[in-house]
């Protein structure tokens, strides 16, 4: 059974910079896509980035792209989500997931594993 657990989160000043981790237990990464989501106060989750075994990165929401990048330990157990120039508006709860398999999607309802969740605030 994949567990997942993330870290990482905390409140930072516009424009700074934050690195979740998301570590697995109970099985490497080899045969799972890792979704990274975020649901901000008042809206829907919403999947943003993903990444598969053979380190492939797509990302679904325009105002990431070039901000947030996604990383993976030699070791196959844990996935980093490196976060640059952040906004206001990325204040969200932010969750890894993973699916077995390797194709990627942006729907919550495709991943069978859930980290707790973790909070960034981004705030002067």
């Known amino acids: 059974q994949l567990h997942l657990v993330e870290s990482g989160g905390g409140l930072v000043q516009p424009g700074g910079s934050l690195r979740l981790s998301c570590a697995a237990s109970?099985?490497?990464?080899?045969?799972?896509?890792i979704g990274w989501f975020r649901q901000a106060p008042g809206k829907e989750r919403e999947g943003f980035l993903c990444f598969t075994s053979s380190g492939r990165t797509t990302s679904y929401i325009d105002s990431v792209k070039g901000r947030f990048t996604v990383s993976r330990d030699n070791a196959k157990t844990t996935v980093y989500l490196q976060m640059e120039n952040l906004e206001p508006e990325d204040t969200a709860v932010y969750y890894c997931?993973?699916?077995?398999?390797?194709?990627?999607?942006?729907?919550?309802?495709?991943?069978?594993?859930w980290g707790q969740g973790t909070q960034v605030t981004v705030s002067s």
């Open positions: 109970g099985s490497t990464l080899d045969y799972y896509v």
């Open positions: 997931a993973a699916r077995r398999g390797v194709l990627c999607s942006s729907n919550s309802a495709r991943y069978d594993y």
